[in-house]
């Protein structure tokens, strides 16, 4: 028997190590601002506050937020704003006023209007009272968030509302917050406030800005909404960007780019004197029910150890545990190689180069995407069946490259369904050989279902390219060098190429060719289609 020589796994080994560092230190590469999001010597003008942890939500009636909350999250807020806006008096939010007087920040105090006329009086009144209780504290009367958007009210029967609460509230400035266009379309609304709260969010817009362009945007509505409504101040009530979530077309959601968005436009508030909100202080995983991960992710401070994001002097990156994600991916890329060196000693014969070249695009490639899937899915799995959805798809994308490295060496094609549930004829031999296809079902499974996603409910969905990815590129290259020349294509590969291939399409033009997050996945998709459509299943001799 030859010696088994390492030079050429290990020559590959290096590079694939040269790759996954060279991604990983151009990912965590930290950004320059204008401002620092977070700066103590420049305090927020003010920021939306709901206190809203882990499972509490207002979407349960009965949850009720303890004042001792309520009393941290504003004494942390206090050393970085001077105001909160809220939304409502319910769930415990009518504490929030007298909390705010102990610690030294003012409220604009939101009235939460909707179809239900009996809970709107009661609204008003708490806030009425509220709102005379703590004349220092409580700023202005917000009355209403978005109801004339939500189609909830009429204009009519909201300028009622906001009349009324002027009446009760005597001197106190009252508003309505709506996005920007909802005031436009509905100015009679001007004439009943006294200034105009209007909300701004790039990353929502119908035709979605990008990061670079948001602050310039804010700015633009602003002067735009002067001109429409002259003589009352203009009020940013939200503007912000999200920090993890799915692209809409080139708006990328990221760590990097809310900074930058933040940055930017409090620079450009200090340079224009004008009074701007930000959305929002505490990043809400509630919303995520509602929006998707991006819905969950607005804040500037986390949602679990409610620690600001951005620390002043601390480096802005995407990807702040980059040298622990990055040794995870050389290490994802050693066991490849060495699972693919430990089936050659069992096999003592010399592959192809074509197999060690293949062995290697797969450890890199899993290596290279390890850390940023594992980063998705810590953001982007909420409740038991998001975790154990993704959690399922990342397994699979680590499991790929080391089964098929075994294929690979050995000179195994890649199973087909019918090796695990076929007749008898059809069945494969070999625990490996079956946790592979185990492997690849639920790979194609999981593609397919976020492939429907994506063709008939996709404003929310996360796009899973990166563990997509991991198992993907595998599968596809033992098809290409070990696929098996003879048997009948397979019904169910088949009919699950056909399904992805025809959901790309539509995702592509759906999208748009900008999202490079939808291109990437759409690719996965044919690529895997293309995968299944090899697929040949054999009947076992004998």
Known sequence: ??????????????????????????????????????????????????????????????????????????????????????????NGLDQVPGVAAKVGLKVMQGIWLSSNRFKNLQQIAIAVRLAKEYPGVVTSLIVGNEVLLRGEMTATDLAGNIRAVKAAAGNLPVTYADVWEYWVKNREIYDAVDFVTIHILPYWEDIPVKAKYAAAHVDDIRKRMAVTFPGKEILIGET???????????????????????????????????????????????????????????????????????????????????????????ALSVATFLAAWLTLRRRPWTPRPS?????????????????????????????????????????????????????????????????????????????????????????????????????????????????????????????????PKEGIRPLAESVFAGLLVIAAGYTIYNEGTINWQSDWTCVMYLLLAATLWRARAAQNPG
């Open 355 to 483: 197999a060690w070249i293949a062995v290697a695009i797969s450890a890199t490639t899993a290596g290279a995407l390890l850390g940023i899937a594992g980063d998705k899915m810590y953001y982007e799995s909420y409740g038991v069946g998001g975790w154990l959805h993704w959690g399922a798809l990342l397994a699979a994308g680590i499991a790929a490259p080391l089964l098929t490295a075994h294929a690979l060496i050995a000179g195994r094609s890649l199973p087909t369904f019918l090796e695990l549930f076929g007749p008898r004829d059809y069945r494969g031999k070999g625990v490996i050989g079956a946790v592979l296809a185990i492997v690849l079902i639920i790979t194609t499974v999981i593609a397919a279902e976020t492939a429907l996603g994506f063709t008939f409910d996709p404003r929310y969905r996360d796009f899973p390219y990166a563990s997509l990815t991991m198992a993907v590129v595998p599968f596809a290259l033992l098809t290409m060098l070990n696929r």
């Open 240 to 330: 912000g960007w999200p920090s993890q979530g799915r692209m809409r077309e080139g708006a990328l959601p990221s760590r990097t780019n809310q900074a930058r968005v933040v940055s930017e436009i409090l620079d450009l508030a200090k340079r224009e004197g004008f009074r701007v909100n930000l959305i929002e202080a505490y990043d809400q995983p509630w919303k995520r029910k509602l929006e998707g991960t991006v819905g969950g992710n607005w804040g500037l401070f986390d949602s679990i150890k409610r620690q600001v994001k951005y620390p002043p002097g601390v480096a802005i990156t995407n990807y702040p545990d980059w040298k622990l994600q990055m040794a995870g991916g050389m």
């Open 1 to 90: 028997m030859e010696p088994i020589s390492l030079r050429t796994p290990l020559a590959l080994l290096l590079i694939s190590f040269a790759v996954i560092a060279s991604v990983w230190w151009w990912l965590a590469t930290p950004i320059t601002l204008v401002r620092a999001p977070i700066d103590p010597a420049a305090k927020l003008q003010c920021v939306s506050y709901t206190p809203f942890r882990g499972a509490q939500t207002p979407l349960d009636p009965t949850t009720q937020i303890p004042v001792e909350q309520i009393e941290q999250d504003l004494t942390d807020l206090a050393k970085v704003t001077d105001c909160v806006r809220t939304y409502s008096i319910e």
